[in-house]
Nanobody, 115 residues
């Protein structure tokens, strides 16, 4: 079954970096703008970044300048480079397409930033 798969999370200290990967075997990411979302424990899923088919990006203000969403359509993959991480960035990160009808959500990847 086609599924979104996020990976690359982990535990880092404040100020550290991580790169998250979004792959989707069986789904065609190339024709969609793709977005990253952040969910804190017990919280709601919050949009943080979008990268269009052509690589144009948009970010939530609190991550702009620290995070960078990129994609490679030849690899059907999207990445989120996260720098200068803060404890408030901790949580689960998800990817999905930008569409009124989104794909079923993947499991996400967990990020823990310690102070």
């Amino acid at each position: 079954q086609a599924q979104l798969m996020e990976s690359g999370g982990g535990s880092v200290q404040a100020g550290g970096s991580l790169t998250l990967t979004c792959a989707a075997p069986g789904l065609d990411l190339t024709i969609n703008a793709m977005a990253w979302y952040h969910q804190k424990p017990g919280g709601t899923r919050e949009w943080i970044a979008t990268v269009t088919r052509w690589g144009v990006t948009a970010y939530l203000a609190r991550v702009e300048g620290r995070f960078a969403a990129t994609r490679d359509n030849t690899q059907n993959t999207v990445w989120l480079q996260m720098n200068s991480l803060k404890p408030d960035d901790s949580g689960t990160y998800f990817c999905n397409r930008v569409d009124d009808i989104q794909w079923p959500w993947g499991q996400g990847t967990q990020v823990t930033v310690s102070s």
